[in-house]
């Protein structure tokens, strides 16, 4: 069982590109998320989908947009990347999206921003 | 809107040694609160977390939290640390009933010394 996976791993980028941040799950959860970490700051929620075909912003969402394509993937996608938008980057996922529920995370990806 | 304080955001212990990692959070409404850990260079698990009835939490690694209403406090503790223990705790706070989502206080590490 692979639970959660995200691309890439780590990534360096140029300010002012595009990038995609991708996020599989295979756990058959309706809600995922994104978040950032960023030292001395904690996660911050960016984005969530309670189900495919609905997203919601989180705290943080400037700069940032997102996807519910189908229930497995929920990419984050940067239009034109920012130096302040260099951190780390968790998906998580759980089963029903209620305030109960137990998150799942995904290993991350590290954005460096230039 | 609730929010979450952990009062330390550094812990060195020695190892076999007793740990507290305090955690109070803030809310209008009634919570759930939850206890987050994230091994280095890993995404994050849950340690344990308070829904309803007994107010003592017993999760996984030996780790057991106990939530206090009066003090809106939910303190992780455990009697005896191991180095495999070093890593940072994440405390988290959800409101019953809301549609707010999961918000994370910002982090204690803990750094277990032989």
């Known amino acids: 069982i692979a639970g959660i996976t995200q691309a890439p791993t780590s990534q360096i980028l140029a300010a002012g590109r595009r990038m995609t941040l991708r996020c599989t799950q295979d756990m058959r959860h309706n809600a995922m998320y994104w978040y950032r970490q960023d030292l001395g700051l904690g996660l911050r929620l960016i984005h969530y989908s309670n189900t495919a075909g609905t997203t919601g912003k989180g705290e943080v969402p400037d700069g940032y947009s997102v996807s519910r394509a189908n229930t497995d993937d929920f990419p984050l996608t940067l239009a034109s990347a920012v130096p302040s938008q260099t951190s780390v980057y968790f998906c998580a996922s759980s089963y029903a999206g209620l305030s109960t529920d137990t998150q799942y995370f995904g290993p991350g990806t590290r954005l460096t921003v230039l | 809107a609730q929010s979450v304080t952990q009062l330390d955001s550094q812990v060195p212990v020695f190892e076999e040694a007793p740990v507290e990692l305090r955690c109070n959070y803030s809310?209008?409404?009634?919570?759930?609160l939850f206890w987050y850990v994230q091994y280095p260079n890993q995404g994050l698990q849950l340690l344990l977390k308070?829904?309803?009835?007994?107010?003592l939490v017993k999760g996984i690694n030996g780790f057991e939290a106990e939530f206090n209403k009066s003090q809106t406090s939910f303190h992780l503790r455990k009697p005896s640390v191991h180095i495999s223990d070093t890593a940072e705790y994440f405390c988290?706070?959800?409101?019953?009933?809301?549609?707010?989502?999961?918000?994370f206080g910002k982090g204690t590490k803990l750094t277990v010394n032989p």
């Open positions: 988290a706070v959800s409101s019953q009933g809301g549609s707010e989502k999961l918000v």
């Open positions: 809310s209008s409404v009634s919570v759930y």
């Open positions: 308070y829904l309803s009835g007994s107010t």
